[in-house]
């Protein structure tokens, strides 16, 4: 009899001009880390696709240089050609449900249906009376953008297993460390030029967006108005020590700093300052949630969220889930999924717990192959 084996291929994730390299290994009943690697690369990766340091180069020599195991990887498309939106339709003339999906993106794309990938993660149907009508996520990569990177990969002596994108990394991450239910709740990753906000149940996706706005513009904010150095490590300090602190400090109704701190003066004054750098870019993210979840009460008419979970490098802001909780009014919390139950005994991480911003290589690394 032919055995069929389950084999975890090599996730990797691009997001602005970070790569992220995940392999998972089976371990007792679970999963533990084979490898994970981060690496800062000099330009976007649009950008170093045929260059003497190519792209290909620069993941053929990682994965030869550290403990990966295969030449078999699944990856995200980087969401610059990623195009996600909701449609309704309905199945008119016998029409399938492809063909109504097809017909309808005709009116939503700049490029012609021919020259488009498409995929639908999420597609519901709503019956009311006599008629039925169906709502869907729609996510469509340009056919020659996915085809460059597949080309680059294979060129490099690389397998592509799959093609995947964030939204459906994220969802797979977050169904391994959480349950989910009928009621919705937001997902957050947070990235470094750009985030994603999700909504989902147990069943359905009810919106999706990606936002321009990341962590690297509160890190250049703070080295600015603090003439910190270039680099981003004292700034990435400073959100990681003291980020938005300076609320449990303040008194909001007279604005006097509480009497039960145990801080010296001149901390108290640096929370009150690094706050006043960064208020104004929390506003923004608030924004980006105000609009979604807008979106979806109007669609939906579902008032109650269960909770909002942030990953990526939301790890690195020290309490952002506790300031968006008080301006949501929503349960939120920051998730480092290295630090959950889902991965069984490995210490390959046991001093590598900031990897949180790994969170959507995490669970593209999840996806399973199998073959002989």
């Known amino acids: 009899m032919i055995k069929l084996k389950s ?4 996730g990797i994730d691009f997001d602005d001009q970070d790569l992220y390299a995940v392999q998972l290994k089976k371990m007792g ?3 533990a880390i084979r490898e994970m690697v981060h690496q800062r690369l000099s330009h976007p990766p649009a950008d170093m696709m045929d260059s003497d340091d190519s792209l290909g180069s620069i993941l053929k020599e990682i994965i030869k240089k550290n403990h990966f195991r295969g030449k078999r990887i699944l990856f995200n498309i980087p969401s610059e050609y990623v195009y996600t ?3 309704s339709f309905e199945l008119e003339n016998g029409r399938s449900i492809e063909e109504a999906i097809v017909q309808e993106l005709k009116g939503y794309l700049s490029f012609t249906v021919n020259e488009a990938v498409i995929d639908y993660p999420s597609i519901q149907a ?3 009376g006599e008629t039925t009508k169906y709502k ?3 996510v469509v990569v340009q056919r020659d953008k996915m085809g460059q990177y597949l ?3 294979k060129q490099a002596g690389l397998s592509v297993e799959a093609v995947d994108f964030g939204l459906t990394s994220l969802i797979r991450l977050h169904r391994n460390l959480f349950d989910l239910s009928e009621k919705p709740v937001i997902l957050c990753n947070i990235g470094n030029l750009e985030s994603m906000l999700c909504i989902v149940t147990k069943d359905s996706i009810l919106a999706n967006r ?5 962590i690297q513009p509160l890190l250049n904010s703070l080295k600015n108005n603090l003439e910190l150095p270039d680099d981003n490590d004292q700034a990435l300090s400073l959100l990681r020590n003291y980020g938005l602190r300076y609320e449990d400090h303040a008194d909001h109704q007279n604005g006097v700093l509480s009497e039960d701190s145990t801080d010296d003066g001149q901390d108290r004054a640096l929370y009150r300052v690094i706050f006043q750098v960064l208020a104004p870019y929390i506003d923004e993210l608030i924004n980006e949630f105000h609009q979604i979840i807008g979106y979806v009460r109007a669609e939906t008419h579902e008032t109650a969220f269960n909770e909002i979970f942030m990953y990526g490098q939301a790890n690195s802001l020290l309490q952002l889930d506790k300031h968006l909780e008080r301006r949501l009014n929503i ?3 920051c998730v480092n999924p290295m630090t959950e139950k889902i991965l069984s005994g490995d210490s390959i991480l046991s001093d590598r717990a900031e990897e949180a911003s790994s969170s959507l290589a995490l669970g593209l690394a999840m996806r399973k192959g199998t073959w002989l």
């Open 210 to 214: 990606n936002v321009t706005w990341g």
């Open 136 to 138: 869907a996520i729609i």
């Open 7 to 10: 084999i975890y291929p090599i």
């Open 151 to 153: 080309n680059m990969l």
């Open 85 to 87: 939106f909701p449609i």
């Open 29 to 31: 009943e679970g999963a």
């Open 331 to 333: 349960p939120t919390r």
């Open 126 to 128: 709503v019956t009311k």
